[in-house]
């Protein structure tokens, strides 16, 4: 069984009732027990903090074996934070860097990601199903073409 570790960060707490615009009406909570019924296969570990500190300890924690993977929405801290670079690049799980939102298509300060260099791949727009399709990439038993 694979198991996966969710990491939310700042504001993420407040998914379903902050922004729905751009964030939609789902709380994080019920979307994650669809990802689990659909995913049967997979632990998934939760852990939700609006500390840039508490982040990083939990990738410490995660990142030396007790998962496969760390699913990552850093949330505000994406743009500002050189430690969590640096916790991504420390660990020897792979982390997939995830948003609810096009941070392509908002305010230009969005564009910017410091944690994607030291990340194995980004996915954005999607919605909550951004979660759901770094699953996928983490499940594919191979790529169907190779780099
Ligand atoms: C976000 C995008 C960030 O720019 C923002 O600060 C968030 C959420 C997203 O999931 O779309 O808090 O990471």
Not at 58 to 69: L, R, Y
């Given at each position: ?5 969710i ?7 407040l ?5 729905p ?12 027990e ?15 903090n609006n500390?840039?500190?508490?982040l990083i300890n ?8 007790a998962?496969d993977?760390?699913?990552?929405n850093?949330?505000a801290y994406?743009?500002?934070?050189v430690a969590l670079h640096d916790a ?19 305010e230009?300060?969005?564009?910017v990601s410091?944690i994607s260099?030291a990340?194995?791949?980004v ?11 770094a699953l996928e ?7 169907i073409i190779?780099?």
């Amino acid at each position: 069984m694979k198991k996966i570790q969710i990491i939310n960060g700042p504001n993420l707490n407040l998914l379903g009732k902050r922004e729905p615009a751009v964030y939609g009406s789902a709380s994080f909570e019920g979307y994650l027990e669809t990802l689990r019924t659909a995913y049967p296969q997979c632990r998934i570990d939760y852990f939700q903090n609006n500390v840039e500190g508490e982040l990083i300890n939990k990738i410490h924690e995660a990142g030396f074996g007790a998962c496969d993977a760390i699913i990552l929405n850093a949330g505000a801290y994406t743009h500002t934070s050189v430690a969590l670079h640096d916790a991504i690049k420390a660990i020897q799980v792979p982390v997939i860097e995830v948003h609810i939102s096009n941070v392509h298509a908002r305010e230009a300060f969005r564009h910017v990601s410091l944690i994607s260099a030291a990340c194995l791949g980004v996915i954005a727009g999607f919605g909550l199903d951004s979660y759901r399709l770094a699953l996928e990439a983490i499940m594919a038993p191979e790529p169907i073409i190779k780099h």
